[in-house]
């Protein structure tokens, strides 16, 4: 089963640099001043390096919800009862998520994966993929085995591969997971060697004695599992979740087909971290949408070398502000393939020596 994730990372190459240059040469051509359309611009040329058009449409877009449930829970580190996460799958299913009413606006469609929900459920739209009830509590041991974890990232590959093979050109990260912020922050804390009270936020809206029972828990993860950095799998199996390897999975297959991945908050920051590890490439076909409101997301996106495109202060996850970031790639879409250039609409170009 390793061997299916070398062929996966195998065939993540770097975007087009020509159609990104070409692209650059449109953009300076467009009738404004060179930049001045800021990230946008910067947006505009990385889209057209990973779709090798300088003038893409992306028509079906598909948002990919993971979820999965958390031993860590017993430890007290969330606002909510573990039984949320199977309570929300439903409304997810019936599409009254929030994640469903940005989608819906985004006319994006949304894919709903049971990765590992602690609890049964059916569903005619539900995806079920469930690995195992939930991980085991990573503050006594490992979350989960390293097969498992290897079990998990490979759903997200074939959920994204059936998904690129039914015509979605753009996907963006989503989950749903009661305690997922606890695992995400550890793997923050594993892979960059951040401490814990830099790593852990509140979730869902814990206080301050529950904060410093999260941070206690997330040490007490790292020293009692000592994930090594050097070996995605094991940082993933021992302090990581099912939903984040799925969502890692999801993001190596959009690469490896040259799709890209708008990056939802701080949970598909957590996922990110391992696709990168896995395959350093995949950095280059993934967009941040926003800065969550999660302490610790600023720090994980500056470490992935990602600039959000938002900051709306969001922390709800499902993959919200990722939908949210369809109406920007909408706009540079417009921009490439409707603006005038300087030359068809007769406007006179800067003066040579000032620009
Ligand atoms: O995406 C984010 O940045 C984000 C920040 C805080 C919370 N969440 C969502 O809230 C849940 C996890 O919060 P918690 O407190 O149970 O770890 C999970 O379902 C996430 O989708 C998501
Ligand atoms: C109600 C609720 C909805 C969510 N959506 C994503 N995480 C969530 C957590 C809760 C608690």
């Known amino acids: 089963m390793q061997s299916a994730i070398h062929e996966i990372t195998g065939r993540i190459t770097a975007p087009d640099e020509k159609s990104s240059l070409q692209a650059v040469l449109h953009l300076n051509n467009l009738t404004k001043p060179p930049g001045s359309l800021g990230r946008l611009e910067a947006l505009a040329v990385q889209l057209a390096g990973i779709s090798s058009t300088v003038k893409p449409s992306y028509t079906k877009r598909t948002v990919v919800v993971m979820a999965a449930d958390h031993g860590v829970c017993s430890e007290g ?8 996460t199977l309570q929300m799958a439903f409304n997810f299913l019936t599409g009254g998520a929030a994640v469903n009413v940005l989608a819906r606006q985004g006319n994006a469609e949304v894919q709903f994966v049971d990765i590992g929900i602690n609890g049964e459920l059916s569903h005619p739209d539900l995806i079920a ?26 759903v997200g590959v074939q959920v994204a591969e059936e998904a690129v093979q039914n015509g979605t050109d753009l996907f963006i990260t989503g989950e749903m997971g009661i ?14 060697n951040v401490s814990p009270e830099l790593a852990v936020g509140r979730g869902t809206g814990i206080d301050d004695a529950q ?12 020293h009692i599992n000592q994930p090594n950095a050097a070996d995605p799998l094991d940082v993933l199996s021992k302090v990581g979740g099912l939903e ?11 690469a490896a087909n040259r799709v890209p ?36 997301h600023r720090l994980m996106l500056q470490r992935l070398g990602l600039e959000p495109l938002l900051d709306l202060g969001l922390r709800l996850g499902e993959g919200t502000g990722g939908a949210l970031c369809l109406h920007l790639i909408d706009a540079v879409s417009h921009i490439m393939n409707e603006m005038a250039t300087f030359e068809s609409a007769g406007v006179s170009g800067a003066e040579i020596g000032n620009q």
């Open 129 to 154: 993929r469930k690995v195992r009830m939930g991980t085991d509590n990573m503050a006594v041991g490992p979350a989960m085995s390293r097969d498992e974890a290897l079990q998990a990232l490979l």
């Open 211 to 222: 904060l410093r029972n999260k941070i206690r828990v997330v040490n007490q993860a790292i």
């Open 244 to 254: 984040i390897a799925g969502l890692a999975g999801v993001i190596l297959g959009a």
């Open 179 to 192: 305690g997922n912020t606890t695992a995400s922050a550890a793997i923050l804390c594993a892979f960059e």
């Open 261 to 296: 991945v708008v990056l939802d908050g701080f949970i598909s920051g957590a996922a990110a971290l391992v696709a990168r590890a896995l395959a350093p490439e995949s950095i280059s076909y993934m967009i941040s949408s926003h800065v969550s409101g999660e302490q610790g």
């Open 77 to 84: 580190v969330s606002a909510f009862p573990q039984e949320v």
